[in-house]
């Protein structure tokens, strides 16, 4: 992965905010071709900003769900592609029985409450990980939001729910190796493309910016083959607090890199001079 950097966001009234919203089409070409395809972001602090509000933690998840709304608000005003949030891994299990009984109530409920919108805005929904482990209500919640919005034509919102990276890997793994035992392949046509056709969101561009917040400085697991050659940026923002000025300052932060992919900086510069 590539270089990282924390940063602090910028403060700024709601207001200000929604004054300085813009639309795709009125961004110059220079500041659409910075701008990333794929942001991930791995939504941390929820536990620790309800704490600091002397509230319970699922206090802070619902405070989240805010954060959510502007994130995926700010990536469809700018024409972002794709928009993958990490909101439950595959560890988050380990976590106390009634923290994560609330946690599965609240995605079912925000699924029901936010799905209409989502439609309306034409963002396409899409859950990524193993969703086996769900309740039978909240698989079928589910199912029905990702229906509901399948024809839909603007941002991407991936949704990792019980998702791990190294899951993910291996179960794209497991698949060639049934395709290989069934004589469907050879194992000598196994190629990393043939690997990633397999993985989740495979039809989507790579991860370009990875965000996290909360603090800190790793990646937990989280689109671990998809973010290989990602800009990461660490901020101390818990979640709740991430608005959209929060957001902006992150892909200003990804605008101001020079991204090599294994060039030089002399033979990108020669690129750009052509």
């Known amino acids: 992965m590539s270089s990282t950097v924390g940063y602090e966001p910028k403060t700024q009234s709601s207001a200000d905010i929604e004054s300085s919203e813009i639309?795709?089409?009125?961004?110059?070409?220079?500041?659409?071709?910075?701008?990333?395809?794929?942001?991930a972001i791995i939504m941390d602090g929820n536990g620790r900003w309800a704490q600091q509000q002397g509230k319970p933690r699922v206090f802070g998840h619902k405070a989240g769900v805010k954060a959510v709304r502007?994130?995926?608000?700010?990536?469809?005003?700018?024409?972002?592609?794709?928009?993958?949030?990490?909101?439950?891994?595959?560890?988050?299990?380990?976590r106390p029985d009634k923290e994560v009984s609330l946690l599965?109530?609240?995605f079912f409920s925000v699924l029901q409450r936010e799905i209409k919108l989502l439609h309306n805005n034409?963002?396409?929904?899409?859950?990524?990980?193993?969703?086996?482990?769900?309740?039978?209500?909240?698989?079928?919640?589910?199912?029905?939001?990702?229906?509901?919005?399948?024809?839909n034509t603007g941002l991407v919102l991936n949704v990792a729910a019980n998702y791990g990276g190294r899951w993910?890997?291996?179960?794209?793994?497991?698949?060639?190796?049934?395709?290989?035992?069934?004589?469907e392949i050879e194992s000598s046509d196994l190629t990393e493309e043939t690997l990633n056709q397999q993985l989740c969101?495979?039809?989507?561009?790579?991860?370009?910016?990875?965000?996290?917040?909360?603090?800190?400085?790793?990646?937990s697991n989280f689109i671990l083959w998809q973010a290989a050659y990602a800009e990461l940026v660490f901020t101390e923002t818990l979640w709740p607090d991430f608005n959209e000025q929060a957001f902006k300052d992150a892909l200003a932060v990804f605008a101001s890199r020079q991204r090599r992919f294994g060039l030089t900086g002399s033979q990108i510069e020669e690129i750009r001079a052509i």
Request: aromatic share 4%; no cysteine; hydrophobic share 40%.
């Open 122 to 151: 034409q963002v396409r929904l899409n859950i990524i990980g193993d969703i086996s482990r769900f309740s039978a209500r909240l698989q079928k919640q589910i199912d029905k939001a990702q229906q509901q919005t399948a024809g």
């Open 70 to 94: 502007r994130a995926v608000s700010v990536a469809s005003q700018l024409g972002i592609e794709s928009l993958t949030l990490f909101a439950f891994s595959s560890e988050n299990w380990r």
């Open 23 to 39: 639309l795709p089409g009125q961004l110059s070409d220079v500041v659409k071709q910075s701008l990333p395809k794929h942001v």
């Open 168 to 183: 993910d890997i291996l179960q794209a793994a497991q698949k060639l190796a049934d395709k290989v035992a069934q004589g």
């Open 104 to 106: 599965m109530e609240l």
């Open 201 to 219: 969101m495979n039809e989507q561009n790579e991860v370009d910016l990875m965000i996290r917040t909360g603090g800190d400085y790793r990646i």
